[in-house]
């Protein structure tokens, strides 16, 4: 006997198999494609969170913790794991491409949903223009090691540190698009193979690093105290976003329900080691107060223990197709997340539009495109940064609640991996990002208020009048059964076919609309 599916009230909640059948319904057509496998997943993975967080986000961090950035780590990492977790399980669950808005969807509410959505438009779309900043950075650094010329710090540099555009940001982002617009199973192969890549250059830089380790450098360990390290933890964590970008690919991915928890924990766990091993060899090769913010520092590092501009370049050629791939991996996940809104009705209907010739989003991919190359050329590095970091820890709590949630509202709702230790795992995670939040600073908080403030009006001017889900719920016509969730449905029907026929009538509901 299945246990009793329990259902809030007063919410605008889709179920989770509408979710599915709606994903499952345009494979039907000319929409996405399930090309991805599960090696593929992995390196999109650790493609989307390896890049400017560590090559160019070190040398922040070390300013403000000192040698104990090595602890920063630790922790920014461990509010991760915790949240990974119910990525993951929610993931399996829920394999669309809305990742956590789609989670919050079907747990708080369309309210909460939109909010979560809008906040996602920082952790991707808003650090996607953070991490095109630092492109230049470490392109002038190659350029420098290869040539002795290097573009001008006015063209190539943020305001505020002695720049006026920057125009790699531009280039890296209009390159990106150009990639993502071709197609899923090109944009995968080569993120893999810069995956693959940043990962030997990294390893590369621990081994030089390690060579000149000197334990002198780790005194005194943490200068200033744990308020230090919380605000290094809190800009440590910038360095972890993207790992739930993996299940942007919900609907892209083969045989998701297994391949997204393994992809989420894998890619996590690599880089979670990876990390901690470059935090330890870049302190014990040069003092934290020779790293603290200095642009490029990993070159900077491996110039001063090779004696040589060579070694520099090397770690500059990684950092530049690192970077590279974080950017074609984070507007891939905000172009999907902005296509689900879409799909729903909340954001225009242009997001939906999937090109028949290449099963790929265009108009939305060019638009993200267009509109985060702005504040790529023209915001500094730093206040994206606070902003981004502070927005996806407010997305991990929403989803670590949304995990909680769907365990009670759905327990009948098959999932191939579940949270360990529930209920406090996720209750942790939850803690763990309101840490991580607070270390952001007031100035941080005020901003993040402010930005909220304007997705609840969007939401109520635009998003909740052209919902499909309320315009679906007001039309006092019969609905269509695609439309009712199966936990309004008869139990004595059974909740498998119950659960069939939703899916049954939901794929047909969304081949129409389409």
């Given at each position: 006997?299945?246990?009793?599916?329990?259902?809030?009230?007063?919410?605008?909640?889709?179920?989770?198999d509408i979710l599915v059948a709606e994903s499952g319904a345009d494979l039907e057509g000319n929409g996405l494609k399930r090309s991805m496998g599960l090696f593929q997943l992995i390196c999109f993975g650790i493609g989307a969170i390896v890049g400017t967080g560590i090559f160019v986000g070190l040398s922040d961090t070390v300013a403000e913790a000192g040698p104990a950035v090595i602890v920063s780590f630790v922790l920014a990492a461990v509010t991760c794991v915790f949240t990974a977790f119910s990525f993951a399980e929610l993931g399996g669950a829920i394999p669309v491409s809305g990742s956590a808005y789609s989670y919050a969807y079907a747990t708080l509410g369309e309210r909460i949903?939109?909010?979560?959505?809008?906040?996602?438009?920082?952790?991707?779309?808003?650090?996607?223009?953070?991490?095109?900043?630092g492109w230049g950075q470490y392109l002038n650094e190659l350029l420098g090691s290869l040539t002795g010329w290097q573009l001008p710090a006015a063209l190539s540099q943020p305001p505020g540190d002695g720049g006026i555009v920057n125009i790699p940001a531009v280039v890296v982002m209009v390159l990106a698009a150009l990639l993502l617009v071709r197609g899923i199973r090109e944009s995968a192969r080569a993120t893999a193979a810069m995956a693959v890549l940043?990962?030997?250059?990294?390893?590369?830089?621990?081994?030089?690093?390690?060579?000149?380790?000197?334990?002198?450098?780790?005194?005194?360990?943490?200068?200033?105290?744990?308020?230090?390290?919380?605000?290094?933890?809190?800009?440590?964590?910038?360095?972890?976003?993207?790992?739930?970008?993996?299940?942007?690919?919900g609907e892209e991915v083969r045989d998701p329900r297994r391949n997204i928890p393994i992809a989420i924990m894998v890619s996590l766990g690599v880089v979670t080691v990876l990390y901690c091993l470059v935090a330890v060899s870049a302190i014990g090769a040069l003092s934290a107060d020779q790293v603290a913010g200095r642009p490029a520092?990993?070159?900077?590092?491996?110039?001063?223990?090779?004696?040589?501009?060579?070694?520099?370049?090397?770690?500059?050629?990684?950092?530049?197709?690192?970077?590279?791939?974080?950017?074609?991996?984070?507007?891939?996940?905000?172009?999907?997340?902005?296509?689900?809104?879409?799909?729903?009705?909340?954001?225009?209907?242009?997001?939906?539009?999937v090109s028949p010739r290449t099963s790929t989003p265009v108009a939305n991919t060019w638009i993200v495109a267009v509109v985060f190359a702005v504040p790529a050329a023209v915001v500094p590095l730093d206040a994206v940064m606070n902003l981004s970091t502070i927005g996806t820890l407010a997305v991990m709590a929403v989803v670590n609640l949304s995990v909680m949630v769907l365990r009670r509202t759905r327990p009948d709702l098959p999932r191939r991996f579940r949270v360990p230790l529930f209920p406090v795992s996720p209750v942790l995670g939850v803690g763990f990002c309101l840490y991580l939040m607070y270390g952001t600073g007031p100035a941080t908080w005020l901003q993040f208020a402010g930005f909220l403030v304007a997705g609840a009006l969007l939401y109520t001017c635009y998003g909740r009048r052209r919902s499909r889900l309320g315009a679906a719920s007001q039309d006092p016509a019969p609905q269509d059964p695609a439309l009712q969730d199966p936990a309004s449905q008869d139990p004595a029907a059974g909740a498998d076919e119950a659960g069939a026929a939703t899916v049954s009538a939901g794929a047909g509901a969304a081949a129409r609309e389409g």
């Open positions: 006997m299945r246990p009793p599916v329990f259902r809030p009230s007063g919410l605008r909640i889709k179920s989770p949903a939109f909010l979560v959505g809008w906040c996602l438009l920082l952790e991707y779309g808003i650090s996607v223009s953070a991490v095109a900043v940043k990962l030997a250059i990294l390893v590369l830089f621990c081994v030089i690093g390690f060579s000149a380790f000197q334990a002198g450098n780790l005194s005194p360990f943490a200068p200033e105290s744990v308020a230090g390290i919380t605000s290094g933890a809190s800009l440590a964590f910038f360095s972890y976003i993207g790992f739930d970008a993996i299940t942007t690919a520092a990993l070159s900077l590092i491996v110039n001063h223990v090779t004696h040589s501009t060579l070694g520099g370049g090397v770690i500059a050629f990684g950092a530049v197709v690192a970077i590279a791939s974080v950017v074609l991996a984070v507007m891939y996940g905000q172009t999907r997340i902005l296509m689900s809104m879409s799909r729903d009705g909340l954001v225009p209907r242009i997001f939906e539009r």
